[in-house]
């Protein structure tokens, strides 16, 4: 997975970071349980925040149990109780996952994907039968992305546009969103250009190292990696910037009704952390 979408930890307060965790720890046990065990190790960041603001458009109250887990035999960890809204994220979780192997199975001609892929498959076809809508969604996009790929696309607004109407269709498929369904998929819209955007920026040497496709690449052909992502700095920074400042007036717009502290937190800082992080490791001479 991504990983990108992610609370600033230490700007969270005792009380909201055992919460956040309670999400993430149920999570967890969901895909455990209704998938393979072993996919836990694909836990995303970015699934547990949708699982985290869906629940909190339900007026109904979080509730957790404290208990040991595989990961954690010796201490007990709070865990958030099932609902529909973890169901769901433990659902896409697995579906991403599995395209993601995929995708780094036929790009990167890598056995350990390929592997992946083929360990999981049963896994994404129980969850395509739980969410067709997301899965054909999610298969739709990947499949227009990767003809771009195939053509070499340099148009970042293009290929982002892709990628952002996957994470809009995904915020679409989720259960009881219907009198706030056009804020979510705003909302998602831009959380998916910012991802697209900052993993070219992220995967830029590697890409580079590995032949692979990467839309800045494309563009800047006879440029190395490292100069590219000194030169495209300030456009990138100003997109990424417009994606956040659109998902967060979208944001504003939402019936938050509890985890609000969390979820400000995820959208204002976390999501800044995270890019800046991204932009200090590519711009190494720090001069942006």
């Known amino acids: 997975m991504f990983g990108y979408i992610s609370p600033n930890t230490r700007e969270l307060k005792l009380r909201e970071y055992d919460t956040y965790k309670a999400y993430y720890c149920g999570l967890c046990k969901m895909i455990g349980k209704r998938y393979n065990v072993l996919l836990k190790n694909a836990l995303s960041n970015d699934c ?25 035999p010796t201490k007990k960890q709070l865990i958030l109780r099932e609902n529909e809204y973890l169901e769901y994220a433990a659902d896409i979780n697995v579906l991403l996952t599995y395209y993601k192997l995929k995708d780094n199975a036929d790009d990167e001609a890598s056995l350990t994907a ?32 990767k003809k771009l790929e195939n053509e070499k696309c340099s148009d970042i607004d293009l290929v982002s546009d892709v990628f952002a109407t996957m994470m809009e269709g995904i915020a679409a498929s989720a259960p009881n969103i219907e009198p706030y369904e056009k804020q979510l998929k705003w909302l998602f819209y831009n959380i998916g250009k910012y991802i697209y955007i900052l993993d070219a920026i992220d995967d830029l040497v590697k890409d580079e190292e590995k032949n692979c496709y990467n839309v800045f690449l494309n563009k800047y052909k006879d440029e190395k990696a490292e100069k590219i992502a000194v030169e495209i700095m ?35 800082d976390g999501t800044v952390s995270v890019m800046d992080a991204v932009i200090k490791r590519r711009c190494i001479d720090g001069s942006i």
Do not use: W
């Open 48 to 72: 547990t925040f949708l699982a985290l603001l869906l629940s909190s458009l339900s007026e109904q109250k979080d509730q957790a149990d404290s208990k040991r887990c595989m990961a954690h």
């Open 114 to 145: 390929k592997v992946g892929a083929a360990g999981i498959k049963s896994s994404a076809e129980k969850a395509k039968k739980y969410r067709p809508q997301a899965a054909n969604c999610i298969e739709e996009s990947l499949k227009k992305l």
């Open 234 to 268: 300030e456009q990138v920074k100003y997109n990424l910037a417009m994606s956040l400042s659109e998902a967060s007036k979208a944001y504003e717009l939402l019936p938050i009704q509890k985890n609000e502290g969390i979820l400000k937190n995820i959208i204002y």
